[in-house]
Structure formats: C-alpha cells, structure tokens
C-alpha cells in the first residue's frame, strides 16, 4: 500500500513540474529534423534544429554512425558534404550528387542530458534508363502479328513503360519487374503485341518510361515501323479527257510498298498482254476509234498483284469539235464534268437575265413615280382653273397636252 502510494505522488511531483515547464509533450532541447526525397545525382539538405541548445552542439551522422559534422566542425572527408549553415539552434547540411548508397537513416543529435536524437530518412529515387525496344525484324507484312519487347533498368522504385503507335496509347502486357545487381534499383520489361496493316506502314511506335524521377521529361524510345503490302493500282489518263488523235499516256500508279516495279497491261477481251508496254505508261501516240475498249494495269511487288481498269471511249474529233448541248447531255461517262459546266452556263444566263430584269424594273419604278408627280401638279392646276367637278377632271386629263388642249374646253 505504502510503496504505491509513494510512487502516485512521484508521478504527481514529475507531472507538476512538467506542466510548470509549459507542456507536457513539447521538450524544447528536443531536435527536429525532415525525411528527404531525393533524385540520384542530384543535391540534398539536411536541416536540423532546436529551440533550446542547453550550451551543447549539433551533430549529424550518417546511415554507418559515422559524424559528419559536430556543430561547425567537419568529421568525414566526403568533399560532397558541406556545411549550409551552423548555429546554436540549427545544423544544416548538405550531400551532392547523391547516389543510391547514401540512402538511409541519416541522425541528428545534441549531446544533452540525456543525449536527444532525431533521425531523418533519406530516399534516393533511380532514375530509369532510356527503354530499350527489341523484336522488330524489319520490314513487317501486312496482316502479321508483331510481338515487341520494352525494357529499362536503373528505376527506384521500378517505373512505368507505356506504349503508343501512331500517336495512340497501345495496350501492353502486365510488366514484368526485376532487381538489379545492385540490390537496389530495378529492370522493368514490357511486351506488347498487335496485327500490323498497312496503314501501319512508317508509323512510329514509342515507348515511354514515366518515373517520379523524371516529373516533367518522360523518355521514350521510339521505332519507326515498314509494313510492306500488296500494290493497290489505279489508272490516270493525261489528258484526262481524250480525243480521237490525242497523244494518250495511261499512267498506272501502284502504291505500294515496296514500290510496285513489275507492270502489265492488258485490253479485255484479248488475253496476251499487250506488248507495247511493260512498265507503268501505256502510250497512244495518236489516238483511234479502234483504240477503245478497257485497258487493265496491274502492278505486282514482292507482296502481290493489284488490277485497275480504264475505260476508253474514243470519240469522232469532229463530234468533240461540236459542242451540241444536247449531245453533251446525253454523255455517259465525262456527263458529270461536261453538265455541270453547262448548268454553270445556264445558271450565269439566268442570273445576268433576272439581273436585267431588276434594272429594268428599277428604272420603270422611278420613272413612274415621276411621271405621278407631274401628274398631280397638272391636276391641281386643272381643278383651280375649272368651274366645277367635271370639268377639272377634264382638265387634270388632258394636263399633260398643255395649255392649247385647255382652252379648246374652254370654247
Ligand atoms: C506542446 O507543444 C507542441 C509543439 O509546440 C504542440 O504541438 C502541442 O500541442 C503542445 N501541447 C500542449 C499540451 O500544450
Ligand atoms: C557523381 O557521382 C558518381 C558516382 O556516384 C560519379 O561517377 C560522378 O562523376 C559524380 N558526378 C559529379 C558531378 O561529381
Ligand atoms: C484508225 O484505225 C483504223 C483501223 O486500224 C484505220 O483504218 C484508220 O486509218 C485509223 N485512223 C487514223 C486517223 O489513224
Ligand atoms: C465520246 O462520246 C461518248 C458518247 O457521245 C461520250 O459518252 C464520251 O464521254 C465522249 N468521250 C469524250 C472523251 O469526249
């Protein structure tokens, strides 16, 4: 009983002056320091202070125990770590170009009685190395499954790859995350895999790695993809409407990839190729009737074959020569470029007619708003001179045929 006793009033003396003191909890010898985040290579600052020295001296010292500085005093030669600033309340120092190694418990004390002590941990962050992209065997084909690896290493804590092609994120695999030979940063690797088309061809795809060390520059590595495909051909006339007696050149352009070099023309209905040409222009040096018909081209490279076809109507020069309206309507396939040209026509007539039209009706409206003002001038004229109703309206009629006319009235 009496032992307890003894030990309650310990307690109540110690709270007593505790409180005496201000507060409970706050120890003004008490140091205070900051966790740190910093990027490998870069600088970091380590502030420690105090509101009441007690005439004693800050110290800092590392993860390893090892002072690095006693108040002003430098302890380890690490030309890296310098003194920011040292007074009776505060030790502030510095450590550049950090590495992965300085990262830990980092202990700030004041050799007080008792000793007090504040730890401030030190996170190195690592910065990821440029991806690497591999799995591209150059050129693709279109339709084939592409299957691409990214990695990058150096990353703490690992780092995020992501994907994009044409501009367009791109769905990866989940990545795979492993420990470098350091022990203490990482190698993430990611797969992707689509279909390639040819829409695809010269397409970039990229791979980006983001990180908290790199906040505002991710880095990416990008490839250029080559889808090769089948040719697509089609057939363009120079001039594109021609006439009996045109030099006529069919150019068969195929795109494609690689760029189509074998071309073969042929006219239906006659199976042997025609001999004339063997690349991509089939040449009229002057164009005949017996010359229409459908001409097919069709380009091949290492991926296929593609055909396009013409049709060529040669006309009589002498009909081309004659721009019958109705014939030109009647037109089947230029119709569309020829009519609309003739509706232009009309259409310009019209307007210049219906303009004229306007002019016209313009002038006649003025005219006779004139006319209606001398009018009733010879009317009121007429009405004062006349010695009654009728024969002012007689004499507003014949207003305009002047005085002579009135006195004939008169008589
Ligand atoms: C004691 O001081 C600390 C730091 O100044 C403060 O956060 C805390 O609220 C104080 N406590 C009391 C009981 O006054
Ligand atoms: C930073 O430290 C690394 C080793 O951790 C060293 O290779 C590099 O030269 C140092 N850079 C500077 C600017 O001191
Ligand atoms: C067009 O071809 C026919 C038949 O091949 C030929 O008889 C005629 O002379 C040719 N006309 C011209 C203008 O070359
Ligand atoms: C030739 O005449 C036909 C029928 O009149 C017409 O369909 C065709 O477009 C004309 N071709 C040219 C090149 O004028």
Not at 371 to 391: I, Q, V
Request: net charge negative.
């Amino acid at each position: 009983m009496l032992p307890s006793a003894t030990g309650v009033l310990v307690l109540l003396g110690s709270f007593l002056i505790a409180t005496s003191r201000g507060n409970l909890s706050h120890d003004r010898s008490q140091p205070t320091t900051q966790d740190e985040t910093v990027v490998a290579g870069n600088k970091v600052i380590l502030r420690c202070q105090v509101e009441d020295h007690e005439e004693s001296s800050l110290q800092w010292s590392n993860p390893a125990q090892q002072t690095l500085y006693f108040g002003e005093k430098r302890a380890l030669r690490d030309n890296r770590i310098q003194l920011e600033k040292s007074t009776p309340y505060e030790l502030t120092i510095s450590i550049d170009n950090v590495s992965l190694a300085d990262e830990g418990e980092y202990t700030c004390s004041i050799f007080t009685m008792p000793v007090r002590t504040a730890k401030a941990i030190v996170t190195v962050l690592g910065i990821p190395r440029k991806p690497l992209i591999s799995g591209y065997k150059e050129p693709l084909k279109d339709g084939q499954t592409v299957r691409l690896t990214c990695v990058s290493s150096g990353s703490k804590p690992a780092a995020q790859l992501r994907w994009h092609k044409g501009g367009k994120p791109l769905a990866g695999k989940d990545p795979e995350v492993a420990e470098d030979s350091n022990g203490k940063t990482f190698t993430v690797t990611s797969h992707v895999e689509f279909v390639v088309t040819k829409e695809d061809n010269g397409v970039d795809v990229s791979c980006t790695v983001h990180h908290a060390s790199l906040p505002n520059m991710a880095t990416s590595t990008t490839l250029k993809i080559e889808v090769f495909y089948v040719p697509i051909a089609s057939i363009e006339p120079v001039p594109a409407y021609p006439r009996e007696g045109d030099n006529l050149k069919l150019l068969c352009e195929g795109q494609g990839n690689p760029v189509p070099q074998e071309f073969m023309w042929r006219k239906e209905g006659i199976d042997t190729p025609l001999i004339e040409s063997q690349d991509n222009i089939l040449n009229f040096p002057y164009l005949n009737k017996s010359d229409s018909g459908t001409y097919i081209c069709s380009a091949t490279n290492i991926m296929g074959t593609s055909e396009a076809k013409y049709n060529l109507a040669v006309n009589d020069s002498s009909d081309a020569v004659h721009l019958n309206p109705s014939a030109t309507q009647k037109d089947a396939s230029p119709v569309a470029h020829s009519s609309s040209k003739y509706h232009a026509i009309i259409g310009g007539v019209v307007a210049v007619i219906v303009f004229l039209l306007l002019i016209l009706l313009i002038v006649l409206g003025h005219y006779l708003i004139r006319h209606k003002g001398t009018y009733l001038t010879h009317e009121a004229k007429g009405s004062d001179d006349a010695p009654d109703a009728d024969t002012a309206i007689i004499n507003a009629e014949g207003g305009q045929t002047g005085s002579d006319d009135k006195k004939e009235y008169f008589i």
